[in-house]
């Protein structure tokens, strides 16, 4: 079974810095993706960022990019130039490009932005 | 309007009540899921659906129980709660899978928030 580890339960970075949120995961598949969603306090799960295994080219969205490493299992959410809205749970998940498609999630971290 | 919409927001009910949580959606999508989420734990799937007639158990299905109404429409039920079913309950509904296309993102309601006392 796939399993998704995230090692920092908690982080914190001042407001227009850089952040590098990790993730790990575990799986004999080769075909996947990997998902980063972002749960503010309204507690609302939003897609941030989706990266296709099969894809070498690492996935970004404005001020969202992630460092996919398909041989290390990691694949690291990076926030640039962070705002305050940035404030959130954040969980790394994965999901089969076959079968039921249902996510595989990790524990979460949470981000503090200071002003 | 919302894609995903979960009915109640929040509900506080007693040990051995029945409850069903509600979910409706907009989105045309043919797969359906809910999911439980813990502090710590992330969200765990309970159990997902494909169409009306395929239901299947997730990880953590012991103590639930679904039906899937219409495309649009699927509710899980608690038989007889109990607190350790005290948890943050999500939707979520995704499309058929086509390799190319955006099908693979699962979109998510707003959560029922379930205390049982």
């Known amino acids: 079974a796939q399993t998704v580890t995230q090692s920092q339960p908690e982080m914190s970075v001042q407001e227009a810095e850089t952040v590098t949120l990790s993730c790990t995961y575990d799986?004999?598949?080769?075909?996947?993706?990997l998902f980063w969603y972002k749960q503010p306090p309204s507690r609302q799960m939003i897609l941030v960022i989706r990266?296709?295994?099969?894809?070498?080219q690492n996935a970004t969205e404005n001020r969202f990019s992630v460092n996919f490493q398909k041989a290390a299992k990691s694949f690291s959410l990076k926030i640039s130039d962070s705002q305050l809205g940035d404030a959130a749970m954040y969980f790394c998940a994965y999901r089969s490009a076959r079968g039921a498609q249902k996510l595989v999630f990790g524990q979460g971290t949470r981000l503090t932005i200071n002003p | 309007d919302a894609d995903v919409t979960q009915t109640p927001r929040n509900r506080i009910t007693k040990t051995g009540k029945r409850i069903m949580l509600e979910c409706s959606q907009t989105k045309g999508h043919d797969r359906m899921y809910w999911y439980r989420q813990d502090p710590g734990l992330g969200l765990r799937l309970i159990y997902y659906s494909f169409d009306v007639k395929d239901i299947n158990k997730g990880e953590i299905s012991d103590g639930y129980s679904v039906s899937r109404q219409a495309q649009a429409k699927f509710s899980l039920s608690l038989e007889s709660a109990i607190p350790n079913q005290t948890a943050l309950y999500f939707c979520?509904?995704?499309?058929?899978?086509?390799?190319?296309?955006?099908?693979?993102?699962?979109?998510f309601g707003p959560g029922t928030r379930l205390t049982v006392l």
């Open positions: 979520a509904t995704s499309d058929s899978y086509r390799r190319g296309q955006d099908t693979d993102t699962q979109y």
């Open positions: 990266q296709e295994a099969y894809k070498q």
């Open positions: 799986t004999s598949e080769s075909d996947y993706y």
